[in-house]
């Protein structure tokens, strides 16, 4: 926090005028600096997401986290939602990944838990919990006669969109199990692998054109930098290759001013490099029209998926259409039927939820 004298101005959480001395303090969601009054800069209480102060009446969950306002306008919370989320993703990116990866579909199941679950859950897994960006977590289990299941674990009260992100990162967790070999299993770093799961979410997130998560999974340091070098092999060589360097490569991890070093594998028998295509990250196509996918939360806060983003009352967003975004405002959910604005436009349209589609 940086400590300023106010010529006039208010806070961006209580709202009261600025005439003395405030903070500026990061809001992580947007990456902006934000000028926050003294009382409300030394409140212990944060935004769990943003980390900016909370006031009173904000949202605390029963696991002691706080939400602020904003974030709790799009912070999943049921099951149903998560399960739709969830479901959007796994289309996004078998649509996205086709040509390169074929994620688990049927032996994956998703459950919704708190902060202290999730705690609870790395602890019994023998991992370190020392992050606090740490939001869900996959566990690959081995069924007779030859079949593996995934179990995903996703934090309650992240926003959609940052949801979509976690479980396209735990996707490529169980694509990983699914795919390593004992020996590669043993052989590469932690860090590593939480970098390629990022590369995912982050190549997904970038072709459905949400910059906003794009920029938050850059900013986000977990990963001890695996991430930034990832996206520059990408960038370099393609995807495939960087595939190649997950399954069969030589290194633990990625090391900074040597990138040559990803083409050091040491592939099966029989199998060669560049088989798979170069991959350049393209736009995913969307529906050609707005379509309502699924309607859940509760009678009082409930939530649409459409297209590819969830919304509830009064939230806009930018939606997939064909291979460009259409902002839209989401003005009311009723009784199986969505009214929304069309942005640009001024024009309003209702969505009807199909009958195979409702709960």
Request: proline share 4%; aromatic share 8%.
């Amino acid at each position: 926090m940086v400590l300023l004298l106010a010529d006039s101005d208010h806070c961006a959480v209580c709202g009261v005028l600025l005439t003395g001395k405030f903070y500026m303090i990061e809001d992580k969601t947007t990456g902006e600096k934000v000028q926050v009054c003294s009382d409300c800069a030394l409140k212990s209480e944060r935004c769990f997401f943003c980390a900016l102060p909370v006031k009173a009446d904000d949202t605390k969950l029963p696991d002691g986290r706080w939400i602020c306002a904003r974030d709790a306008r799009t912070a999943v919370l049921d099951i149903a939602t998560v399960q739709q989320v969830f479901h959007a993703t796994s289309e996004g990116l078998a649509q996205q990944f086709s040509r390169f990866m074929t994620f688990p579909e049927t032996n994956v199941s998703v459950k919704l838990v708190d902060r202290v679950d999730l705690q609870a859950i790395y602890k019994e897994a023998g991992s370190a919990y020392l992050c606090p960006n740490v939001w869900g977590y996959t566990e690959t289990k081995f069924k007779r006669p030859v079949r593996l299941e995934h179990g995903i674990s996703l934090l309650s009260g992240l926003p959609a969109a940052s949801l979509k992100a976690t479980c396209a990162h735990e996707f490529t967790h169980a694509w990983l199990n699914e795919h390593f070999s004992a020996g590669r299993k043993k052989a590469i770093e932690s860090d590593a692998v939480e970098g390629f799961c990022e590369l995912i979410a982050f190549l997904l997130a970038e072709a459905q054109g949400d910059d906003q998560q794009v920029s938050l999974i850059k900013q986000n340091t977990y990963t001890r930098g695996q991430i930034d070098l990832f996206i520059e092999a990408e960038r370099t060589y393609g995807l495939s290759d960087v595939i190649d360097w997950m399954l069969y490569g030589t290194d633990g991890r990625l090391e900074a001013g040597v990138p040559e070093r990803l083409r050091n594998v040491e592939l099966p028998k029989g199998r060669s490099t560049g088989l798979l295509p170069v991959y350049k990250a393209v736009p995913t196509k969307g529906p050609e029209t707005l379509v309502l996918k699924g309607i859940s939360g509760t009678a009082t806060r409930p939530f649409a998926l459409i297209n590819d983003h969830t919304f509830e009352e009064n939230e806009q967003a930018a939606v997939r259409i064909g291979t460009t975004n259409l902002m839209i405002r989401c003005l009311s959910i009723r009784g199986g039927k969505v009214k929304v604005l069309l942005v640009d436009s001024g024009k309003t349209q209702e969505l009807v939820l199909k009958p195979e589609a409702r709960r």
